[in-house]
């Protein structure tokens, strides 16, 4: 089992048996900074042993997730277990999983647009805003 920890100075390290420093932690900064992208990616690469591509395809939306944890804050030690993150990327997984539902579900519903623009035929309106009245202030 893999362990991440956060100590006072900022400093983050994993331990796998061994102790290996990772990383500043500083994402508490609005925006974050590149330091701080890269130590989300780092934490990861090292959660998947090694595979980048995965540590791209989510640190970001990792790093934001954790940034908002009542565990993570900048000075104050922290610790978590691979399970307790991989939990988290698992949520992130579902979160996608969610979205491309809702999306599909909605191009379904939705109703197509007339070649008028008018997704609703028969409905009173102007069809396309080419024949819409120009409201900007002149």
Known sequence: MKRFVGGNDGRV???NPGIRELGT?????????????????????????????????FYL?????????AVWKN?????????????????IEQ??????QMRAQADRELPMVQPSGNPFPGATGYGSRDNAPDRRRK
């Open 61 to 69: 939306r990792f790093m934001h997730r954790m940034d908002g944890s």
């Open 25 to 57: 932690f500083e994402w508490a900064t609005k925006p974050p900074t590149a330091k701080a992208r890269e130590l989300a990616k780092a934490m990861l690469v090292e959660l998947f042993d090694g595979d980048e591509g995965k540590a791209t395809r």
């Open 95 to 100: 979160a996608e999983r969610d979205g491309a």
């Open 13 to 15: 390290f994993v331990l």
């Open 75 to 91: 000075g104050q030690p922290w610790s978590q277990t691979d399970a307790e993150l991989l939990a988290i990327v698992k949520a």
